[in-house]
């Protein structure tokens, strides 16, 4: 089962924004909204950040957006802050009932 | 408030059997789908298995599949997974999260416990 593909790695100064992609195929990104994105800390459990592609659930900032088109979806970040710099995964899910994470991509905040 | 406590991680050999549990607190765990979601060490997030919230529908990686079982009590409020035939690569934390609204996203996980395969 192949991960869905993401930067290794994106950086920004606080205030800017910066996109995270997310590439699948038509098996699951592109053929489920079932797709969501984790950030996570060092040593610390993931937390949902966006899921249904575009959906933000209670308590996370506005700063953060999700977006697909055809295989490939993408989570942006506006108005980076230096509490922003984590590791961010998209995952989906895919046919036969499984689901895939992206290899993930550390953001910096220069 | 939702509280999700992994448990049964540790040092183990190759080929041998391990338990790992999730105890829930603050949530009835029979209205939710549950999920086990493993990281290697300085690796990325690899999900692991998946159950439906009345346990008939269970779903594995292909890593998994045939070795590892995941089950649940729900009068205990607890999700398991039952693990054999472990190697070196199922070294990883492991972690618990439940499924929000039967949409394969997890909006709460536990805080992991680490399972080293090692001889």
């Known amino acids: 089962q192949s991960a869905l593909t993401q930067p290794a790695s994106v950086s920004g100064s606080p205030g800017q924004s910066i996109t995270i992609s997310c590439t699948g195929t038509?098996?699951?990104?592109?053929?489920?909204?079932?797709v969501s994105w984790y950030q996570q800390h060092p040593g610390k459990a993931p937390k949902l950040m966006i899921y249904d592609v575009n959906n933000r659930p209670s308590g996370v900032s506005n700063r953060f957006s999700g977006s697909k088109s055809g295989n490939t979806a993408s989570l942006t970040i506006s108005g980076l802050q230096p509490e922003d710099e984590a590791d961010y995964y998209c995952?989906?899910?895919?046919?036969?009932?499984?689901?895939?994470f992206g290899g993930g991509t550390k953001l910096t905040v220069l | 408030q939702v509280q999700l406590v992994e448990s049964g991680g540790g040092v183990v050999q190759p080929g041998r059997s391990l338990r790992l549990s999730c105890a829930a607190s603050?949530?009835?765990?029979?209205?939710?789908?549950m999920h086990w979601v493993r990281q290697a060490p300085g690796k990325g997030l690899e999900w692991v298995a998946g159950i439906s919230f009345h346990g008939r529908d269970k779903y594995y990686a292909d890593s998994v599949q045939g070795r590892f079982t995941i089950s649940r009590d729900n009068s205990k409020n607890t999700l398991y997974l039952q693990m054999s035939s472990l190697r070196a690569e199922d070294t990883a934390v492991y972690y618990c999260?439940?499924?929000?609204?039967?949409?394969?996203?997890?909006?709460?996980w536990g805080q992991g416990t680490l399972v080293t395969v090692s001889s």
């Open positions: 995952s989906s899910f895919r046919s036969g009932h499984t689901l895939v």
């Open positions: 603050g949530l009835i765990l029979s209205t939710y789908g």
């Open positions: 999260a439940r499924e929000m609204s039967s949409s394969w996203m997890f909006d709460y």
């Open positions: 038509s098996s699951d990104l592109g053929g489920y909204n079932y």
